[in-house]
């Protein structure tokens, strides 16, 4: 069984980091690309950023570009977002989601739990 | 635009049909996907290539398309299919967008 299995909610304040993670099971790690979205409260999903964990190819949203750090470690299948400085306006839950594809057409399936990140 | 329109909101009773509709230039020459969001829940893809239903999801989840606009339709919506819907596809640059999402209530 497919699983990504998102790290807990994380209370913390303005300008401290961040690291949050999703750990990946159930299928080869290094060939499908790992999306993040956000969801803010109240708001929609968001696409914010994807790498591919075989060769770390990372592309983001150009709201999120130098927002944020999305990184991999293949050794234990797990990919990471990171901020180096937080904001309030972080504060939302973070799904990550495997890309799905199939021919030309690629959605996220499946997904996290979502970490819910807080920052005061 | 890269934008994709839903309606905010859509409300059924039981065992009506919920149509859900989402709207943008890109969905003429992408195809869209749809997403069941249940608060506390990951998001669940309910309709993929705008009509194709994944195993595993009711038969009465169906999907179309014409031209700009893709729609959810539930036939005989049941109370456990209360969630957000999100449409989604690709932008001009091959990005993921996903629509504002339609909260869906079953009366």
């Known amino acids: 069984e497919v699983q990504l299995v998102q790290s807990g909610a994380e209370m913390k304040k303005a300008g401290e980091s961040l690291k949050i993670s999703c750990q990946v099971s159930?299928?080869?790690?290094?060939?499908?690309?790992i999306a993040w979205v956000r969801q803010m409260p109240g708001k929609g999903l968001e696409w914010m950023g994807i790498?591919?964990?075989?060769?770390?190819?990372?592309r983001y949203s150009p709201s999120f570009e130098g927002q944020v750090t999305i990184s991999v470690d293949k050794s234990i299948s797990a990919a990471y977002l990171r901020w180096s400085s937080l904001k309030a306006s972080d504060t939302a839950v973070y799904y990550c989601?495997?890309?799905?594809?199939?021919?030309?057409?690629?959605?996220?399936?499946?997904w996290g739990r979502g970490t819910p990140v807080t920052v005061s | 635009s890269n934008e994709l329109t839903q309606p905010p909101s859509v409300s059924v009773s039981p065992g009506q049909t919920a149509r859900i509709t989402c709207s943008g230039d890109?969905?003429?020459?992408?195809?869209a996907y749809w997403y069941q969001h249940k608060s506390g829940q990951a998001p669940v893809v309910v309709i993929y290539?705008?009509?194709e239903r994944p195993s595993g999801i009711p038969e009465r989840f169906s999907g179309s398309s014409s031209r700009t606009t893709v729609a959810l339709t539930i036939s005989g919506v049941q109370a456990e299919d209360e969630a957000d819907y999100y449409c989604?596809?690709?932008?001009?640059?091959?990005?993921?967008?996903f629509g504002g999402g339609t909260r869906l209530t079953v009366l």
């Open positions: 989604q596809s690709a932008d001009n640059n091959a990005d993921w967008v």
């Open positions: 290539k705008d009509i």
């Open positions: 989601a495997r890309l799905w594809h199939s021919g030309g057409d690629r959605w996220f399936d499946p």
């Open positions: 890109a969905l003429s020459q992408q195809h």
């Open positions: 159930g299928y080869n790690f290094n060939n499908y690309w």
């Open positions: 790498i591919y964990p075989g060769d770390s190819d990372t």
